[in-house]
């Protein structure tokens, strides 16, 4: 029986890649309880073959929307042909020549390449004509020999999914076409970008220290390439070196005499920096409007998602938000069919994934915090990630992030979208003076200053160098997008700033009874037994002080990295436990750490010490 479409059903808050792994998991789920499934993803990604497209069409990054569509293509009953538009849509061009996937991308578009094995004729040339349009458009936007499009390691999908968002001038009129093609039942499981918008919309990441980080990929994994040759090869920085020729010039030169951004060996840094400003020119006729930040003009193709190659960051983050192409702060609207999806959900699962570039994101929107705050969703369930990644670093000493912290990521993202600025409960107790008889004050973590979201409030408080202070609110501003960026500068602590955000505060901070805001956010948290490389889990603390019902469940080494991977049939079980195999979600449905026998009995995959 197919699911009416306005009855509730389950959310998944995720990324791309990371949160693929659990799809069948969720499509398990869903079947059992006869209810639809939407996953809300968002749109902020500027890294991979993604980056390129942005850069020379503009527009929302779709490499995770890509990633989960084809992830959800049905294989059950089995289809040959759907298995073939799997393969073509998943395939990514060659990564080590550029003249070798433009090579391939042709014979694609000219339909003999081998990867038309085994789809039918009509759907063939259907996507052909999407495929051709988007070649078009790359050929009227090339301007060689300083702006032409990369190839390398382009994927397929993201090149299709483009066409057609090209076409319609639509990018969820795109997803629904390739939702049609590939036979997901849209009345079943929904794909619903977390912006609806035709537009690049990038995050910045303000640390703890005052510095902010401009874009997804340099927040998460940062490309460590710096250049390209002519003919696709990717220097790296042992490559590039400068060279002193015999008439005292410098020049920029590799080991293998390849050509660097167009420099060829005996060329000067002068006439680098002129082919340069020439392609940014031809670069913002197009995508870019004039000015754009330089960080979100870059390709990032090239880039490793290794930990161990990824330096730390040098503090933790303090907040995500949304920047414009001039790095200033803006608060866009989150997509209405998301926020109707999560106001009507009967479950809300934050899928595993990175913390700050792929669940925060959703979260931060404009409407998102009142429409968590407004669900019938009884349960609220946070997998906890099982390895803890750069964005959640330094990951040394009593920096190392934990559950909790999670938890208050997640709340103060929800929090941060209705304008408000919410402090965390402290990790240890603290003793400060109220200033507000009926609100206690503690802890010491700092809030931030957004005038864009500033409301009409007679009185609330501000943190200064002197502790809480009682202080008169600016009056409500105007749009966010007009407003003067607020990105701090280096070494400036958000505790300065001249203005305050109304403040959510925790009324409970010194008494054992849990603070009610959590429950808007998440009830329960599912996780891995604490070992070397997974967050840290106190269940008694999330329990009394939190109100946060925990679910530990077994699982295995990560043998291709650090931390733990989950058993999929303990965190299935765990998740029906949680939400009622029926869709009856009730208090005694979860166990808390001292009954975790609960989901592990009966497990052959059990924990490998």
Same mark, same amino acid.
């Given at each position: 029986?197919?699911?009416?479409?306005?009855?509730?059903?389950?959310?998944?808050?995720?990324?791309?890649?990371? &949160?693929?792994?659990?799809?069948?998991?969720?499509?398990?789920?869903?079947?059992?309880?006869?209810?639809?499934?939407?996953?809300?993803?968002?749109?902020?990604?500027?890294?991979?073959?993604?980056?390129?497209?942005?850069?020379? !069409?503009?527009?929302?990054?779709?490499?995770?929307?890509?990633?989960?569509?084809?992830? =959800?293509?049905?294989?059950?009953?089995?289809?040959?042909?759907?298995?073939?538009?799997?393969?073509?849509?998943?395939?990514?061009?060659?990564? +080590?020549?550029? %003249?070798?996937?433009?090579?391939?991308?042709?014979?694609?578009?000219?339909?003999?390449?081998?990867?038309?094995?085994?789809?039918?004729?009509?759907?063939?040339?259907?996507? %052909?004509?999407?495929?051709?349009?988007?070649?078009?458009?790359?050929?009227?936007?090339?301007?060689?020999?300083?702006?032409?499009?990369?190839?390398?390691?382009?994927?397929?999908?993201?090149?299709?999914?483009?066409? @057609?968002?090209?076409?319609?001038?639509?990018?969820?009129?795109?997803?629904? =076409?390739?939702?049609?093609?590939?036979?997901?039942?849209?009345?079943?499981?929904?794909?619903?970008?977390?912006?609806?918008?035709?537009?690049?919309?990038?995050?910045?990441?303000?640390?703890? *220290?005052?510095?902010?980080?401009?874009?997804?990929?340099?927040?998460?994994?940062?490309?460590?390439?710096?250049?390209?040759?002519?003919?696709?090869?990717?220097?790296?920085?042992?490559?590039?070196?400068?060279?002193?020729?015999?008439?005292?010039?410098?020049?920029?030169?590799?080991?293998? *005499?390849?050509?660097?951004?167009?420099?060829?060996?005996?060329?000067?840094?002068?006439?680098?920096?002129?082919?340069?400003?020439?392609?940014?020119?031809?670069?913002?006729?197009?995508?870019?409007?004039?000015?754009?930040?330089?960080?979100?003009?870059?390709?990032?193709? &090239?880039?490793? $998602? /290794?930990?161990?190659?990824?330096?730390?960051?040098?503090?933790?983050? +303090?907040?995500?938000?949304?920047?414009?192409? !001039?790095?200033?702060?803006?608060?866009?609207?989150?997509?209405?069919?998301?926020?109707?999806?999560?106001?009507?959900?009967?479950?809300?699962?934050?899928?595993?994934?990175?913390?700050?570039?792929?669940?925060?994101?959703?979260?931060?929107?404009?409407?998102?915090?009142?429409?968590?705050?407004?669900?019938?969703?009884?349960?609220?369930?946070?997998? =906890?990630?099982?390895?803890? /990644?750069?964005?959640?670093?330094?990951?040394?000493?009593?920096?190392?992030?934990?559950?909790?912290?999670?938890?208050?990521?997640?709340?103060?993202?929800?929090?941060?979208?209705?304008?408000?600025?919410?402090?965390?409960?402290?990790?240890?107790?603290?003793?400060?003076?109220?200033?507000?008889?009926?609100?206690?004050?503690?802890?010491?973590?700092?809030?931030?200053?957004?005038? @864009?979201?500033?409301?009409?409030?007679?009185?609330?408080?501000?943190?200064?160098?002197?502790?809480?202070?009682?202080?008169?609110?600016?009056?409500?501003?105007?749009?966010?997008?007009?407003?003067?960026?607020?990105?701090?500068?280096?070494?400036?602590?958000?505790?300065?700033?001249?203005?305050?955000?109304?403040?959510?505060?925790?009324?409970?901070?010194?008494?054992? $009874?849990?603070?009610?805001?959590? $429950?808007?956010?998440?009830?329960?948290?599912?996780?891995?037994?604490?070992?070397?490389?997974?967050?840290?889990?106190?269940?008694?603390?999330?329990?009394?002080?939190?109100?946060?019902?925990?679910?530990?469940?077994?699982?295995?080494?990560?043998?291709?990295?650090?931390?733990?991977?989950? *058993?999929?049939?303990?965190?299935?079980?765990?998740?029906?436990?949680?939400?009622? #195999?029926?869709?009856? #979600?009730?208090?005694?449905?979860?166990?808390?750490?001292?009954?975790?026998?609960?989901?592990?009995?009966?497990?052959?995959?059990?924990?490998?010490?």
């Amino acid at each position: 029986m197919a699911p009416s479409r306005g009855a509730g059903g389950i959310v998944i808050f995720s990324g791309g890649s990371a &949160a693929n792994s659990l799809v069948d998991i969720f499509e398990s789920i869903r079947r059992t309880r006869s209810c639809p499934l939407s996953y809300i993803i968002p749109i902020s990604d500027n890294g991979g073959s993604t980056s390129e497209l942005i850069r020379v !069409f503009g527009g929302p990054g779709i490499g995770d929307v890509r990633s989960r569509l084809v992830r =959800l293509i049905p294989t059950h009953p089995y289809s040959a042909e759907r298995e073939a538009i799997s393969r073509l849509l998943s395939h990514r061009l060659s990564g +080590n020549d550029g %003249r070798n996937a433009r090579g391939e991308w042709s014979e694609i578009v000219d339909g003999t390449s081998t990867m038309w094995r085994g789809i039918s004729s009509a759907k063939k040339e259907l996507l %052909r004509s999407f495929f051709n349009l988007v070649n078009l458009e790359i050929l009227k936007r090339s301007r060689p020999p300083t702006s032409t499009f990369d190839f390398r390691s382009a994927s397929i999908g993201n090149l299709f999914l483009t066409g @057609a968002r090209l076409f319609s001038g639509s990018f969820e009129s795109a997803i629904y =076409l390739l939702s049609a093609i590939c036979g997901i039942p849209d009345e079943e499981v929904r794909v619903i970008p977390s912006i609806n918008s035709n537009f690049s919309h990038h995050i910045a990441a303000e640390l703890e *220290d005052g510095s902010v980080i401009v874009g997804q990929n340099s927040i998460s994994h940062p490309v460590s390439m710096l250049g390209k040759t002519r003919g696709g090869t990717v220097a790296t920085t042992e490559d590039r070196r400068f060279i002193p020729t015999p008439n005292g010039e410098v020049v920029l030169g590799t080991k293998g *005499d390849a050509e660097i951004e167009g420099l060829r060996l005996g060329e000067t840094m002068e006439d680098e920096q002129l082919a340069q400003e020439e392609e940014e020119v031809e670069e913002q006729e197009d995508a870019h409007p004039p000015f754009t930040l330089p960080t979100l003009r870059t390709s990032n193709i &090239a880039f490793t $998602k /290794d930990a161990g190659e990824l330096a730390e960051l040098p503090a933790r983050i +303090n907040r995500l938000y949304y920047v414009n192409s !001039f790095g200033q702060e803006i608060l866009p609207p989150a997509n209405p069919r998301a926020v109707h999806a999560v106001q009507s959900a009967q479950t809300i699962i934050y899928s595993i994934g990175s913390l700050f570039t792929s669940i925060v994101p959703n979260l931060v929107l404009r409407g998102m915090g009142e429409a968590m705050r407004r669900s019938h969703a009884t349960a609220k369930i946070l997998i =906890l990630n099982g390895c803890l /990644d750069r964005e959640v670093g330094p990951e040394s000493g009593e920096k190392r992030f934990t559950a909790v912290d999670f938890i208050d990521a997640l709340v103060k993202a929800g929090e941060q979208s209705r304008g408000i600025a919410w402090l965390a409960r402290p990790h240890a107790s603290t003793e400060l003076e109220t200033t507000d008889s009926e609100t206690e004050m503690a802890g010491h973590r700092s809030i931030f200053s957004r005038p @864009a979201l500033q409301r009409a409030k007679s009185d609330g408080l501000m943190l200064t160098n002197k502790g809480y202070e009682r202080t008169q609110l600016l009056p409500p501003p105007m749009l966010a997008s007009a407003m003067p960026s607020r990105t701090p500068s280096p070494g400036t602590s958000p505790e300065r700033s001249a203005t305050a955000m109304p403040v959510t505060h925790n009324s409970s901070w010194s008494s054992s $009874k849990p603070s009610s805001i959590y $429950k808007h956010y998440v009830t329960h948290l599912i996780h891995l037994p604490n070992s070397d490389g997974t967050p840290y889990v106190d269940s008694e603390l999330l329990s009394t002080q939190y109100g946060v019902k925990s679910v530990r469940v077994y699982g295995r080494r990560n043998e291709n990295g650090l931390g733990m991977l989950y *058993d999929p049939r303990a965190l299935r079980g765990a998740i029906e436990a949680i939400i009622g #195999a029926r869709g009856n #979600a009730h208090a005694n449905s979860s166990e808390s750490e001292d009954r975790p026998k609960t989901f592990e009995r009966g497990r052959r995959n059990t924990v490998e010490r």
